[in-house]
């Protein structure tokens, strides 16, 4: 590479080279004509023009061609004009030195040093050049000198020899200064080369690739954008350059733009609506921070492409990958996953999820003799129909031929409660399959086996429980067919049972099948039965004797409570005012607590129903105590209160029952209107034992006492636990150790009997 720009520094200085050399010829053809042989002299300047001239030609020749190609002959051109020049004038000392004038033997030196001084800076670019020629022109005068053999030409000789070594020294420097300079010149020419092809290429990459890219600065504005984000948005690029991202409707991308900002890349990918026209995509994008010398961020770079079309290719591989050809339904794969979810969800919250497995009955007739179409378009239909079935957050998924398998999410934290909605789910599958299928003209009467298994502990797989279903699908098969097993026998007859209870239930109250038993309420002071809790009972046909305890959650998750409850108020109260008139002159009656459901208690015609019944019976509205549970606070407690208020407007009273078992404190209870404080037997029944809680109720029935509540201690059994509560004066008690609730007949005998007193109270007493 250098060696161009060397020839072409040397042939731009030879043609004033070449002009120096002629005045240099012409001075030495002026001083020495006449002085010298003249011939000679002409001779001599004839051939300095020549040489002159040729080196001209070649100096012409050179700018006109201006080709870089054969070097060697441009190289060779001008060696040999050089050589020639100095040839021409190193022999000028054999020639022209005048014997013993040394003026002019001095011009001639001054000569051949002015030219040699001279030819430094026209021919120094290329060394050989230089050095050959420095020699070629001084070392004849140095002989010649030396020919002279005068001590005076001696000292010349050494003197020019020191010259031509000085000169050798400063071409050989200056060379290498030119050279070093002509390095540095090209790389510089190099790298700026280098840099406008790069900026170019980038510039025509920014322009055409078919990938958005938009500069933004600090403030989130545009600055640049180029051609593909101008498509890719669909929006003019004057809208575009200035524009606040801020401004953007779809906040999707801000956080990667912000990244960016913040000194590190973002990345996103996903759905993005388009800030201009509203265009939908699902876009790819990412940023990276622009920084300036002093590594300070001054905007960023952001890159987007559009992979709407990819990312519908692949939702449609994925669909398919997950869905039946033949129902467009999710298929096993699909199931599993689905399924392996909620079993994450069951274990980490308790969410109880449950799999229906159905298979159609009798499928295989139908395709064996009406062929396949008929089968499938059966099975399609099967798909519709059950997908209308289900919620939206349920799936159906067909698994195999004909069996489907419907997986219901987030039934509930309670087994029972989740079992009774698959349940619900069945029947209604069953429903379904009632209408008969209409298919090419046939009228098809399918029926379908459900096999349901919830998930449980023990139950962790998504193969256990699909095989758990397939089993309980299977005892339907057996049962004889269009019908719904669960899975654990167990279960099976729990739901069953349940189901049992809710259907007897609802003919109970008009087959009279209803009844109430009394236990009588004791006061302590006196041993006196002052009234009694009405408790209900169920004599059931088919099931036999019931009890509150199994059969009242029924009547409240179906509702059936309304009704009974009224019954019972309506008995309830009848029934005291029998006996309050019967035993007028003999015991005070003056209390009859009634039970009331929270159902009921929240039912908006409940306390018209109290004030019909007081109404009608013509009960002193005192002696009427309603007893509610805890379960009635719930986060409307202004509400409740309001209710409350109410009843006791009308006069009668409220007791809290079963106190002590739920949550709420015996402050946030004064705030409501209660009369009474009945404390659970639970805590009765504890003491006698290593850890009672005799400080407990000691405590509740202060508490109870200073809010002015009377206090009804439930459950009292033993001679101890009696003992403790008389001691403690708690205002009454009801419980085994008195009388456990008795039908009304041996109600009423006993309080002929013992004239309304507790005797083993007194007796108790009087061990005391
Ligand atoms: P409860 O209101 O706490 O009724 C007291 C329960 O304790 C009764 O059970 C009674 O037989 C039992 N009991 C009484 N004294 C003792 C004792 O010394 N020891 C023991 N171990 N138990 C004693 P029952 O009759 O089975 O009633 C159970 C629950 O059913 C009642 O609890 C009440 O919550 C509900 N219930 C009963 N009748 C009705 C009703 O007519 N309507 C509503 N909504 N609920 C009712
Ligand atoms: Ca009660
Ligand atoms: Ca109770």
Same mark, same amino acid.
């Given at each position: 590479?250098?060696?161009?720009?060397?020839?072409?520094?040397?042939?731009?200085?030879?043609?004033?080279? *070449?002009?120096?050399?002629? !005045?240099?010829?012409?001075?030495?053809?002026?001083?020495?004509?006449?002085?010298?042989?003249?011939?000679?002299?002409?001779?001599?300047?004839?051939?300095?023009?020549?040489?002159?001239?040729?080196?001209?030609?070649?100096?012409?020749?050179?700018?006109?061609?201006?080709?870089?190609?054969?070097?060697?002959?441009?190289?060779?051109?001008?060696?040999?004009? *050089?050589?020639?020049?100095?040839?021409?004038?190193?022999?000028?000392?054999?020639?022209?030195?005048?014997?013993?004038?040394?003026?002019?033997?001095?011009?001639?030196?001054?000569?051949?040093?002015?030219?040699?001084?001279?030819?430094?800076?026209?021919?120094?670019?290329?060394?050989?050049?230089?050095?050959?020629?420095?020699?070629?022109?001084?070392?004849?005068?140095?002989?010649?000198?030396?020919?002279?053999?005068?001590?005076?030409?001696?000292?010349?000789?050494?003197?020019? @020899?020191?010259?031509?070594?000085?000169?050798?020294?400063?071409?050989?420097?200056?060379?290498?200064?030119?050279?070093?300079?002509?390095?540095?010149?090209?790389?510089?020419?190099?790298?700026?080369?280098?840099?406008?092809?790069?900026?170019?290429?980038?510039?025509? &990459?920014?322009?055409?690739?078919?990938?958005?890219?938009?500069?933004?600065?600090?403030?989130?504005?545009?600055? #640049?954008?180029?051609?593909?984000?101008?498509?890719?948005?669909?929006?003019?690029?004057?809208?575009?350059?200035?524009?606040?991202?801020?401004?953007?409707?779809?906040?999707?991308?801000?956080?990667?733009?912000?990244?960016?900002?913040?000194?590190?890349?973002?990345?996103?990918?996903?759905?993005?609506?388009?800030?201009?026209?509203?265009?939908?995509?699902?876009?790819?994008?990412?940023?990276?921070?622009?920084?300036?010398?002093?590594?300070?961020?001054?905007? !960023?770079?952001?890159?987007? !492409?559009?992979?709407?079309?990819?990312?519908?290719?692949?939702?449609?591989?994925?669909?398919?990958?997950?869905?039946?050809?033949?129902?467009?339904?999710?298929?096993?794969?699909?199931?599993?996953?689905?399924?392996?979810?909620?079993?994450?969800?069951?274990?980490?919250?308790?969410?109880?999820?449950?799999?229906?497995?159905?298979?159609?009955?009798?499928?295989?007739?139908?395709?064996?003799?009406?062929?396949?179409?008929?089968?499938?378009?059966?099975?399609?239909?099967?798909?519709?129909?059950?997908?209308?079935?289900?919620?939206?957050?349920?799936?159906?998924?067909?698994?195999?031929?004909?069996?489907?398998?419907?997986?219901?999410?987030?039934?509930?934290?309670?087994?029972?409660?989740?079992?009774?909605? !698959?349940?619900?789910?069945?029947?209604?599958?069953?429903?379904?399959?009632?209408?008969?299928? #209409?298919?090419?003209?046939?009228?098809?009467? =399918?029926?379908?086996?459900?096999?349901?298994?919830?998930?449980?502990?023990?139950?962790?797989?998504?193969?256990?429980?699909?095989?758990?279903?397939?089993?309980?699908?299977?005892?339907?098969?057996?049962?004889?067919?269009?019908?719904?097993?669960?899975?654990?026998? @167990?279960?099976?007859?729990?739901?069953?049972?349940?189901?049992?209870?809710?259907?007897?239930?609802? %003919?109970?109250?008009?087959?009279?099948?209803?009844?109430?038993?009394?236990?009588?309420?004791?006061?302590?002071?006196? @041993?006196?039965? =002052?009234?009694?809790?009405?408790?209900?009972?169920?004599?059931?046909?088919?099931?036999?004797?019931?009890?509150?305890?199994?059969?009242?959650?029924?009547?409240?998750?179906?509702?059936?409570?309304?009704?009974?409850?009224?019954?019972?108020?309506?008995?309830?109260?009848?029934?005291?005012?029998?006996?309050?008139?019967?035993?007028?002159?003999?015991?005070?009656?003056?209390?009859?607590?009634?039970?009331?459901?929270?159902?009921?208690?929240?039912?908006?015609?409940?306390?018209?129903?109290?004030?019909?019944?007081?109404?009608?019976?013509?009960?002193?509205?005192?002696?009427?105590?309603?007893?509610?549970?805890?379960?009635?606070?719930?986060?409307? *407690?202004?509400?409740?209160?309001?209710?409350?208020?109410?009843?006791?407007?009308?006069?009668?009273?409220?007791?809290?029952?079963?106190?002590?078992?739920?949550?709420?404190?015996?402050?946030?209870?004064?705030?409501?209107?209660?009369?009474?404080?009945?404390?659970?037997?639970?805590?009765?029944?504890?003491?006698?034992?290593?850890?009672?809680?005799?400080?407990?109720?000691?405590? &509740?029935?202060?508490?109870?006492?200073?809010?002015?509540?009377?206090?009804?201690?439930?459950?009292?059994?033993?001679?101890?636990?009696?003992?403790?509560? %008389? #001691?403690?004066?708690?205002?009454?008690?009801?419980?085994?150790?008195?009388?456990?609730?008795?039908?009304?007949?041996?109600?009423?005998?006993?309080?002929?009997?013992?004239?309304?007193?507790?005797?083993?109270?007194?007796?108790?007493?009087?061990?005391?």
């Amino acid at each position: 590479m250098h060696i161009y720009k060397q020839l072409s520094e040397a042939y731009n200085n030879l043609t004033l080279s *070449i002009l120096g050399v002629i !005045a240099n010829a012409a001075v030495l053809f002026y001083i020495f004509f006449g002085h010298t042989n003249n011939t000679t002299l002409i001779i001599w300047g004839a051939f300095v023009l020549l040489i002159s001239v040729f080196r001209y030609l070649t100096v012409l020749k050179y700018k006109a061609e201006k080709t870089l190609l054969y070097i060697d002959k441009w190289q060779k051109l001008l060696f040999i004009g *050089i050589v020639l020049s100095a040839l021409s004038w190193g022999i000028t000392p054999f020639l022209f030195f005048v014997p013993g004038n040394y003026l002019y033997q001095m011009v001639l030196i001054v000569i051949l040093a002015g030219l040699s001084a001279g030819s430094i800076s026209t021919l120094a670019h290329i060394r050989l050049n230089i050095q050959l020629y420095l020699v070629v022109l001084i070392v004849p005068l140095i002989v010649e000198l030396l020919l002279q053999k005068t001590a005076i030409h001696n000292d010349m000789a050494i003197l020019v @020899s020191l010259y031509l070594l000085l000169l050798l020294t400063v071409s050989k420097k200056f060379n290498q200064t030119y050279l070093d300079s002509i390095t540095s010149h090209l790389m510089f020419e190099q790298k700026r080369e280098e840099f406008l092809e790069s900026e170019q290429k980038f510039k025509a &990459i920014f322009k055409s690739v078919p990938i958005g890219i938009l500069f933004y600065d600090t403030n989130l504005i545009i600055q #640049e954008v180029n051609n593909s984000f101008v498509d890719f948005i669909a929006a003019p690029k004057d809208f575009l350059i200035g524009l606040d991202l801020e401004k953007s409707r779809d906040r999707s991308l801000m956080p990667t733009f912000k990244a960016a900002l913040d000194g590190i890349s973002g990345f996103y990918e996903g759905p993005y609506t388009t800030l201009y026209k509203q265009k939908d995509l699902w876009v790819s994008m990412s940023t990276s921070p622009l920084r300036n010398s002093d590594n300070e961020i001054i905007g !960023a770079v952001g890159i987007i !492409a559009d992979i709407t079309e990819r990312m519908l290719i692949q939702l449609q591989i994925e669909h398919q990958a997950n869905h039946d050809t033949l129902t467009d339904i999710p298929n096993r794969a699909n199931l599993k996953q689905e399924i392996a979810k909620n079993i994450i969800r069951f274990q980490r919250h308790g969410v109880i999820f449950a799999i229906i497995f159905l298979d159609l009955d009798h499928f295989k007739n139908i395709n064996d003799s009406l062929g396949h179409d008929v089968g499938d378009k059966l099975l399609v239909q099967t798909a519709t129909r059950l997908k209308n079935t289900i919620r939206d957050e349920d799936m159906v998924a067909r698994i195999g031929g004909d069996e489907f398998v419907i997986l219901l999410p987030d039934l509930s934290a309670d087994e029972f409660e989740a079992a009774k909605s !698959a349940e619900i789910v069945s029947q209604k599958i069953h429903e379904t399959f009632r209408t008969p299928f #209409e298919i090419d003209g046939y009228k098809l009467n =399918i029926s379908s086996s459900l096999g349901i298994t919830l998930i449980n502990a023990q139950s962790q797989s998504e193969d256990a429980l699909l095989k758990h279903a397939d089993i309980a699908m299977y005892e339907s098969k057996k049962d004889g067919r269009n019908t719904t097993r669960f899975y654990q026998e @167990s279960m099976d007859q729990w739901i069953k049972r349940r189901l049992e209870v809710e259907n007897e239930l609802k %003919n109970a109250i008009k087959n009279n099948e209803l009844r109430l038993v009394y236990q009588p309420v004791v006061e302590f002071a006196t @041993s006196k039965v =002052i009234g009694m809790e009405a408790l209900i009972r169920w004599k059931s046909q088919k099931l036999g004797d019931m009890y509150p305890d199994e059969f009242i959650t029924i009547a409240e998750e179906s509702g059936m409570i309304l009704s009974i409850g009224e019954w019972v108020l309506q008995e309830a109260v009848s029934q005291f005012m029998i006996w309050q008139k019967q035993f007028a002159h003999t015991i005070n009656l003056k209390k009859i607590a009634v039970n009331v459901s929270v159902h009921q208690f929240n039912a908006p015609n409940f306390l018209m129903q109290v004030e019909n019944i007081i109404a009608q019976s013509g009960i002193v509205k005192e002696h009427l105590e309603l007893e509610l549970t805890e379960s009635i606070i719930v986060k409307d *407690i202004s509400g409740v209160r309001a209710k409350m208020q109410q009843l006791r407007d009308l006069g009668v009273n409220l007791s809290i029952d079963d106190f002590g078992t739920g949550y709420s404190s015996l402050s946030y209870l004064k705030k409501l209107p209660f009369t009474t404080l009945k404390i659970d037997k639970s805590f009765t029944q504890d003491i006698g034992n290593d850890v009672d809680d005799k400080e407990l109720i000691s405590t &509740i029935i202060t508490i109870a006492e200073n809010f002015n509540l009377e206090v009804v201690i439930e459950g009292v059994e033993t001679y101890e636990q009696y003992a403790f509560v %008389n #001691e403690r004066k708690a205002t009454f008690m009801q419980g085994y150790f008195c009388s456990k609730p008795m039908e009304k007949e041996s109600f009423e005998a006993m309080l002929e009997s013992s004239n309304g007193i507790c005797s083993i109270m007194t007796e108790a007493k009087e061990k005391i």
